[in-house]
C-alpha cells in the first residue's frame, strides 16, 4: 500500500504547520483591524510619553523659581506650583506621541508674523587679514 497513512509524523507536522498558518492569518487580521498592536510599537509610545511627562516636570522648577521668588505668602507660592503643575498636565493631557519629538519642538511662523519666511543669503566675504602678496620682488 503506497501514501501516507493518517497518524503518521508527517501528517502530523502538517496538520501543525495548517495550525500555525491559520494562527498567523488570525493575528495578522486582527493587526489589520486595529485589535492587535505590536509590542515594540507599545514600548516606544510609552517611551515618549514618559519623556515629554519628565520634561515637563524638570521644566516647572525653572518656570517656578522666578514668580515664587517674588511671592511672601506660603498659600501663594502654592498656588503658582499648583498652577504650573497644571499647564504640564494640560499639554501632556494632548501630547500625541506619533508626533515626533523634533517636528513638535520646530515652530512654525504665524501669520501675521514679520519673521522672514527663508533665511538671508550668506555673504561669501573672506575674513581675517588679507593674505600676502605672492612673488614679491626685492
Known sequence: MSGVGIGTPYDEARTRKV???AEIAELELAKIRGEL???EDVVKAWEDVLGALKAKLMAIPTKGAPVVATESEAGKCQ???EDLIREALE???NYDP???AVTATVESPQEGDDSPKTPAKA????????RKAAGLSE
Request: zero cysteines; a positive charge; charged letters at 30%.
Open 19 to 21: 495550525n500555525a498558518e
Open 98 to 100: 506619533s508626533v515626533s
Open 37 to 39: 498592536v505590536v509590542a
Open 123 to 130: 555673504k561669501r566675504r573672506g575674513v581675517g587679514r588679507p
Open 91 to 93: 499639554e501632556l493631557s
Open 79 to 81: 498656588e503658582i506650583l
